[in-house]
T-cell receptor
Framework: KAGVTQTPRYLIKTRGQQVTLSCSPI?????VSWYQQTPGQGLQFLFE???????NKGNFPGRFSGRQFSNSRSEMNVSTLELGDSALYLC???????????????FGEGSRLTVL | AQSVTQLGSHVSVSEGALVLLRCNYS??????LFWYVQYPNQGLQLLLK??????LVKGINGFEAEFKKSETSFHLTKPSAHMSDAAEYFC??????????????FGKGTKLSVIP
């Protein structure tokens, strides 16, 4: 069974640009979450999507947005990039709605964004 | 809001020695608890989880953790460290946010070094 796939793995942007990151969840998983990882702040929750709807959102500015498609694939977008947006962006999928659901997440390898 | 505290951002052990990584959490409800491991330039991999039942949880690669409600702790141990255990370890608590949505709150991480 294929794991969570994130593209691109690495990218470099300049301040003011925008970026779109893509995530394909594990087959059958309908929930996709996004996390930002930085050395200073650690792992922080961005948002979660389920059935094409944003179900939960972390404390990030409106420049950070996302969406989910009918096949459960998700994208996140960051507009007007700032230096502080340099981070590893991790996507995770899960299969909620089952009796064993505990919030366990399956993570991709991440997209490392560098903003110059 | 839930929080997770990992004592010690860096821990060094000799190969073959006991590994002990500490995690304390705050939660107003019975939590679900997780330990994840992250190798360089990779995503997070689940080591083990506590949901309900037995408080001593066994995971992959010889790791185990014990849930102690009275101490609000979920420390990770391994009897004998191996060089391949060198990585960063994250403790997380699951925060049910309603409508079936789960959000993981992570500790800051503990980087484990294994000395030959």
């Amino acid at each position: 069974k294929a794991g969570v796939t994130q593209t691109p793995r690495y990218l470099i942007k300049t301040r003011g640009q925008q970026v779109t990151l893509s995530c394909s969840p594990i087959s059958g998983h309908r929930s996709v979450s996004w996390y930002q990882q930085t050395p200073g702040q650690g792992l922080q929750f961005l948002f979660e999507y389920f059935s094409e709807t944003q179900r939960n959102k972390g404390n990030f500015p409106g420049r950070f947005s996302g969406r989910q498609f009918s096949n459960s694939r998700s994208e996140m977008n960051v507009s007007t990039l700032e230096l502080g947006d340099s981070a590893l962006y991790l996507c995770a999928s899960s299969s909620p709605g089952t009796s064993t659901n505990t919030g366990e997440l399956f993570f991709g390898e991440g997209s490392r964004l560098t903003v110059l | 809001a839930q929080s997770v505290t990992q004592l010690g951002s860096h821990v060094s052990v000799s190969e073959g020695a006991l590994v002990l990584l500490r995690c304390n959490y705050s939660s107003s409800v019975p939590p679900y608890l997780f330990w994840y491991v992250q190798y360089p330039n990779q995503g997070l991999q689940l080591l083990l989880k506590y949901t309900t039942g037995a408080t001593l949880v066994k995971g992959i690669n010889g790791f185990e953790a014990e849930f102690k409600k009275s101490e609000t702790s979920f420390h990770l141990t391994k009897p004998s460290a191996h060089m391949s255990d060198a990585a960063e370890y994250f403790c997380a608590v699951s925060d049910p946010s309603g409508a079936g949505s789960y959000q993981l709150t992570f500790g800051k991480g503990t980087k484990l070094s294994v000395i030959p």
